[in-house]
């Protein structure tokens, strides 16, 4: 089964007074790719959470947001600048002074000052953090593989339909291409008869000899042989448990340039129409294979 690389995904876990959050948002990319943003403090964590996001997810940018709320008592202190205090008092004591003011100085004209009580920093061990934020990335990584799975079920879905078409195209092509020599024998005699207006009388076992000439060259029962192999391969690869982006890629380069060549050598308008007409199919593919991982 294939995997879009298309999704996002959340989770939340509160254990002792701690709530982590993770959201994990997923996009197209050759390769694997992760942006992560973590609470300041955790930094020491991140190749952790890389770790576990590149064992269980291959190819695409992965943009990971992780927040940690501690509302602990243990989370709140603060701690006072006493030099601040002490100067900023000193500073409303002589400005009462000068204008002459009776009134007190009150607590909370010093404690509203800017940088008089400020938070304190705080030792906290991250590691005990750690069970709690593996829990909830692992939760919403599992979620996110699931969202991605669903959306490449609808690719493959759509690559199967797809798939179809071109193999009922392939057959069609292969009809629309026997008998090659009666066509060219018909053609070289009505370009002689056109060009001699019938005076010359024509060798038809020359006539023969170059039609079949034409024809071996015209032929395409290998590159409609190669073309089969491949429409069957897509299908084992879409059916494989390991990511499979990248060899579809490879093979839709593959399927195109027999169709390619078939083109190049298409001797009947059907058989050029039948062509064009896949090679749109297969671009239609190609565009949705760059989504899958």
């Given at each position: 089964?294939?995997?879009?690389?298309t999704?996002?995904?959340?989770s939340?876990?509160t254990?002792?007074?701690?709530?982590?959050?993770v959201e994990?948002?997923s996009?197209?990319s050759?390769y694997?790719?992760i942006?992560?943003?973590?609470?300041?403090g955790?930094?020491?964590?991140?190749s952790?959470?890389k770790?576990?996001?590149?064992?269980?997810?291959?190819?695409?940018?992965?943009?990971i947001?992780?927040r940690?709320k501690?509302?602990?008592?243990?989370?709140f202190?603060?701690?006072?600048?006493?030099?601040?205090a002490?100067?900023?008092y000193?500073?409303?004591s002589?400005?009462?002074n000068?204008?002459?003011i009776k009134?007190?100085i009150?607590?909370?004209?010093?404690?509203?000052?800017?940088?008089i009580?400020?938070p304190?920093?705080?030792?906290?061990?991250?590691?005990?953090d750690?069970p709690?934020?593996?829990?909830?990335?692992?939760e919403?990584?599992?979620?996110?593989?699931?969202?991605?799975?669903?959306?490449?079920a609808?690719?493959e879905?759509?690559?199967l339909?797809?798939?179809?078409?071109?193999?009922?195209s392939?057959q069609?092509?292969e009809?629309?291409?026997?008998?090659?020599?009666?066509?060219?024998?018909?053609r070289?005699e009505e370009?002689?008869?056109?060009?001699?207006?019938?005076?010359?009388?024509?060798d038809?076992?020359?006539?023969?000899q170059?039609?079949a000439f034409?024809a071996?060259?015209?032929d395409i029962?290998?590159e409609?042989?190669?073309s089969r192999?491949?429409?069957?391969?897509?299908?084992e690869?879409?059916?494989?448990?390991?990511?499979?982006?990248?060899?579809?890629?490879?093979l839709?380069q593959?399927?195109?340039?027999e169709?390619?060549?078939?083109g190049?050598?298409?001797?009947?308008?059907?058989i050029?129409?039948?062509?064009?007409?896949?090679?749109?199919e297969?671009?239609?593919?190609?565009?949705?294979?760059?989504?899958v991982?």
């Amino acid at each position: 089964m294939i995997s879009s690389m298309t999704a996002y995904a959340r989770s939340e876990k509160t254990e002792n007074d701690i709530t982590v959050t993770v959201e994990i948002r997923s996009y197209n990319s050759k390769y694997l790719d992760i942006s992560l943003r973590t609470p300041h403090g955790y930094e020491s964590l991140e190749s952790r959470i890389k770790e576990r996001i590149s064992s269980q997810i291959s190819r695409g940018r992965i943009e990971i947001q992780v927040r940690v709320k501690d509302e602990s008592e243990n989370a709140f202190s603060y701690e006072i600048d006493k030099p601040k205090a002490q100067a900023y008092y000193q500073a409303l004591s002589d400005l009462k002074n000068l204008l002459g003011i009776k009134e007190e100085i009150r607590l909370e004209q010093i404690a509203n000052s800017t940088g008089i009580i400020r938070p304190a920093e705080t030792e906290k061990n991250f590691e005990c953090d750690w069970p709690i934020i593996q829990g909830c990335l692992d939760e919403a990584i599992s979620n996110l593989k699931i969202m991605r799975e669903k959306e490449g079920a609808f690719l493959e879905k759509d690559f199967l339909e797809r798939l179809n078409g071109i193999e009922q195209s392939i057959q069609e092509i292969e009809d629309l291409s026997e008998n090659l020599i009666l066509v060219y024998k018909q053609r070289l005699e009505e370009r002689i008869m056109a060009l001699t207006k019938g005076i010359v009388e024509m060798d038809m076992g020359r006539i023969s000899q170059e039609a079949a000439f034409l024809a071996d060259r015209s032929d395409i029962s290998e590159e409609i042989v190669r073309s089969r192999s491949h429409v069957k391969q897509f299908r084992e690869i879409l059916a494989e448990p390991e990511p499979a982006g990248r060899k579809l890629n490879f093979l839709l380069q593959e399927f195109n340039r027999e169709f390619n060549t078939m083109g190049a050598k298409a001797v009947k308008t059907e058989i050029a129409h039948s062509i064009v007409a896949v090679k749109s199919e297969l671009e239609k593919i190609r565009e949705q294979v760059q989504n899958v991982e």
